[in-house]
């Protein structure tokens, strides 16, 4: 693998000095970006823009164009694993991500073949090599997946859902038939992440966008639980480097603590939590990656500003931290409050000692 001329990510991911803190934004790539826009129109289809490997290499690098940023991320989607389950994914304008084939029955989950990421998801593989060559070595590809969960909301709703009834009544109805749900999105995504990991990404996170939705007792179960086993089985360790793996659970400040002995290295936290309670819940276990509100990017330029250096003056120099925001960024942003951010991280000393 090229050797990263930027590793700061990858250093404060692992808890490693940096020269300044390294940020990326979730969501970087995409509808903020009038030439994303662009592509994503001559593509045709979301889908189809993120199964073209030469595209979604382009819409990945996009933003690396206009902004210093310390990361690119992979350009795709976390259905791609029930998508190669032949569930029948489609986005429809408006409305999200629609499965035609849901899963209602134990013959459904039965049926479902655990995709081949050289075969079904080939095209994700591709993706990263392309990306990787045009890179060379500039900053570290962040490659990325669904939690088990999450994955099975979808697959259970066929939709996105406001209350998720289904998938909470196959928990106390079903529970067995959501156990063996689980267990199938685990095996596979091992063997997809495991499988971005060879093909050459840099660091791995894994979304878990629902997991907020369970109780307390059922996202250590439902939720938690599953990406610990990932995490078990990833191929974090190779040769002499370390690729870093972060969990983000959208809504899960309180269960931070937990989090932090899930065998990930970092944690993703929503803005729904201060940074600084969080840095004292996980005290020096694991680094944190956050977690500015994204609507602060409508202020002006001095409100951006000063959000970004009151946050980051919360590590005041500790190892340790990512910056970036505490979701994904709004499509409505303008670009402009992009850069403000990104220069406002790069160029800002606050408390922090020079390293």
Not at 81 to 99: C, N, Q, R, S, T
Not at 185 to 213: K, P, R, S
């Amino acid at each position: 693998m090229t050797p990263l001329k930027n590793d700061r990510l990858i250093r404060a991911l692992l808890r490693q000095e940096v020269d300044r803190t390294p940020i990326w934004i979730m969501r970087q790539a995409g509808r903020y970006l009038p030439e994303y826009r662009a592509l994503r129109q001559k593509a045709g289809t979301f889908m189809e823009l993120v199964q073209n490997p030469t595209l979604a290499c382009e819409v990945t690098l996009q933003p690396l164009a206009r902004y210093d940023l310390d990361a690119a991320i992979l350009f795709s989607d976390i259905l791609t694993i029930p998508h190669a389950m032949g569930l029948g994914l489609e986005f429809v304008a408006g409305e999200g991500p629609i499965f035609t084939k849901p899963i209602r029955h134990e013959q459904d989950v039965q049926n479902l073949p655990i995709p081949d990421p050289s075969e079904e998801l080939n095209y994700v593989l591709d993706a990263i090599g392309l990306i990787q060559n045009e890179l060379k070595g500039r900053v570290p590809l962040i490659g990325f997946g669904g939690s088990p969960w999450t994955l099975a909301c979808y697959m259970v709703e066929g939709s996105g859902s406001k209350d998720f009834s289904k998938i909470r009544a196959m928990r106390y109805a079903r529970p067995a038939l959501l156990e063996a749900l689980l267990d199938k999105l685990i095996e596979a995504t091992v063997a997809y992440l495991n499988a971005q990991i060879a093909a050459g990404v840099n660091a791995v996170m894994i979304f878990d966008t629902w997991g907020g939705i369970l109780s307390p007792n059922d996202y250590l179960h439902f939720s938690l639980k599953p990406m610990q086993k990932i995490i078990a089985q990833l191929n974090l360790n190779q040769n002499d480097r370390r690729i870093p793996c972060t969990i983000f659970t959208k809504n899960g400040g309180q269960h931070l603590s937990a989090m932090a002995s899930s065998g990930a290295d970092a944690l993703g936290i929503d803005w729904m939590t201060s940074l600084a309670e969080a840095k004292h819940k996980v005290g020096d276990k694991v680094a944190l990656q956050g977690n500015l509100d994204p609507a602060v990017l409508y202020g002006n330029p001095g409100t951006i500003v000063q959000a970004a250096q009151e946050m980051l003056d919360v590590y005041a120099g500790a190892p340790g931290h990512v910056f970036n925001l505490g979701h994904g960024i709004y499509p409505d942003v303008d670009p402009e409050h992009v850069a403000v951010l990104v220069e406002t991280v790069h160029s800002y000393v606050g408390t922090r000692p020079i390293i």
